[in-house]
């Protein structure tokens, strides 16, 4: 696995990566079929879809060198695999922190009956490789001038449980893009389960695109054990008449606070995907529709009250609320706006419950 730099990740042989519990069968098998190529329960990865074409090995052992020296389009073999093993090792990570068969993942074969099944993620590698804005939008080819508009890196399409989501990648230079990739799946997670059991996608429209693009970023990141550095604060946040336009940027300020609330526990606790779970495991069908920053800090702060294990660790829950209150995002934070430097402004709050209080040094 790997990035095309190497800075982030680095390429490596894994043997037996599957996670047992949410892959019993491995990543290659589907019933009694054994598959030699980039297909399985989990996932399906095309590197031309017009020829249907995936990577093979009828060794199953996929060990293609990565020359990074080349092009991803000269290291394909090793650039599809890369994106196969993320994909089911996202879908093992998910799965254990909830996104599980009943809750609608993305699987042929549902081995507990429970879910509809026949959905894995479907990765399309197209080849295109985009030219200046006047020959992309005189182009007479409908289907590239699409994805120019609309999806010139990485996109993300999921129907309802029991129909696959596609996650589109413009060329093979992304196969490699991990954090991307990661991003992409996480939207795909989010979508599903905010819909579970209502036919809907609750983070749809408005400003719940903006909670959409934190949880992706948020997770991306912390995957990797990477910090988000970025400064922005609640009250930096500004309304606008178009929203969709700001969602990357604005996503940007609460995944910097899911991500400074996670790293304060990994501070104090310990630091491994487990600790994921807290911030993972909402119950997204629950939510509202078209929730916004106050929605889902409460409800990582409601999981953490109903979860067994830490509802009675106060210095927890505290550590919670003040990695929010960083960002401005306190206890009492709330959608009134106020106007300045030309705009319409949200208002700062720095404060933690009451049960809190002795900790307010570590804002």
Known sequence: MGTIDGDDWYF???ENAFI???????????????????MGNNARVYSNIENRETIADYNQQFNFRYNKNFSND????ASVTNTFYLINLMHDIF????FTEEKGNFQVENYSGKGIGNDPMTVIIHNYHFASDAVEMNGKDLVRKYFYQNCPFMCTSTPSDGQYPIIHMTNLDYATANHGIIHEYTHAVTRRMS???????CFSDG???EMNEALSEFFASSIAFKKKNNPTKFGDLYTVPDISKYAHAFGEFFAGALSDAFFLVCDYYRCDP????EFGNMELYELPYNPYYIDLRNAIIEEAENNYIIRDDKFFKCLLWIGFAKRGLGYNANNEIEYRNGNYH?????????????YSYLI
Do not use: H
């Not at 819909?195 to 996608?201: A, E, F, L």
């Not at 487990?274 to 779970?277: A, K, P, R, S, T």
């Open 207 to 209: 400003n719940s695109s």
């Open 74 to 77: 000269k290291n394909k073999e």
């Open 346 to 358: 949200y208002i700062n709050n720095y404060d933690v419950p009451e049960s809190c209080k002795d």
């Open 95 to 98: 799965f254990n922190l909830g």
């Open 20 to 38: 047992k519990n949410a892959s019993p069968n491995g990543w290659n098998k589907v019933g009694n079929i054994n598959y030699y190529v980039t």
């Open 195 to 201: 819909s579970y059991g209502r036919n809907d996608n």
């Open 12 to 14: 490596k042989i894994i």
């Open 274 to 277: 487990n600790m994921l779970q």
